[in-house]
């Protein structure tokens, strides 16, 4: 299957990023491409692209969780009128349960009576957390309120999977399937390159661990980059050939 102009766009949008990020990445005119995704005419390059999302084995993905928190503070906001509170502007950041079914009503009624009773009175505004808070909904990461008229809206939790070895090495893998037929299709003497990206939305992310830089991986591309939106590019190592 051909990829979406949008897909074509995002992929030369993260090789961009990436060449923001770290000098490793030459400079020289992108060209959309296929097997491998760009090339790079002035620098004999192709550089093949993939995003890491989070795992699947997770019970519920990124949006579901996304459209679940704005279900729960649309609930709360409307509960907190009920309660006749004080005009509030109001930011939520919840756990990201990945695995646990939650009933929306009521943990939109933890978060309504919470606002409700910790609403600074004194024209404040009020970061909470669980540090700062005698009685603290479980399902919260922070509540920020403010006491004048404003949105009720969501922060994302900062909660983010982390990344494993297999994950990735299962990431790599799939690419690394096609090397042959990638390196038929560039001309002879050109280096291949695999980048492979987090992804930015952080429901649908991972978060990488610094022994990262000591994994070692199968793989047949000239280099292979993890380009991580927390800590930049980072070369991964290939393992050593047993003869």
């Known amino acids: 299957m051909s990829p979406t102009p949008e897909q074509k766009e995002r992929e030369g949008w993260l090789i961009e990023q990436a060449r923001r990020a770290s000098a490793v990445f030459p400079p020289g005119e992108l060209k959309p491409w296929e097997r491998p995704d760009w090339l790079i005419s002035s620098a004999s390059l192709g550089i093949e692209v993939t995003e890491l999302p989070a795992p699947t084995v997770a019970s519920f993905s990124g949006p579901q969780l996304r459209d679940f928190y704005w279900r729960v503070v649309r609930a709360a906001e409307r509960r907190y009128r009920e309660l006749l509170g004080p005009p509030a502007d109001v930011q939520v950041s919840f756990k990201n349960e990945w695995h646990s079914r939650r009933d929306p009503v009521s943990v939109a009624e933890a978060v309504a009576c919470f606002v409700r009773s910790n609403f600074p009175l004194d024209g404040r505004?009020?970061?909470l957390d669980p540090s700062n808070t005698e009685t603290w909904p479980d399902d919260l990461l922070s509540v920020r309120i403010i006491s004048q008229a404003g949105d009720w809206t969501v922060s994302a939790g900062n909660e983010i999977p982390l990344l494993s070895y297999h994950h990735l090495a299962g990431r790599i893998a799939e690419k690394n399937g096609l090397v042959k037929e990638y390196r038929r299709r560039l001309p002879p003497g050109w280096r291949l390159w695999l980048l492979v990206a987090t992804m930015f939305d952080v429901l649908s992310t991972?978060?990488?661990?610094?022994?990262?830089?000591h994994w070692q991986f199968d793989f047949s591309f000239d280099k292979v980059w993890l380009y991580d939106w927390v800590q930049g590019v980072i070369e991964l190592q290939r393992k050593p050939s047993v003869w």
Not at 206 to 213: F, L, R, T
């Open 125 to 127: 505004v009020v970061i």
């Open 206 to 213: 991972v978060s990488v661990p610094h022994e990262v830089i």
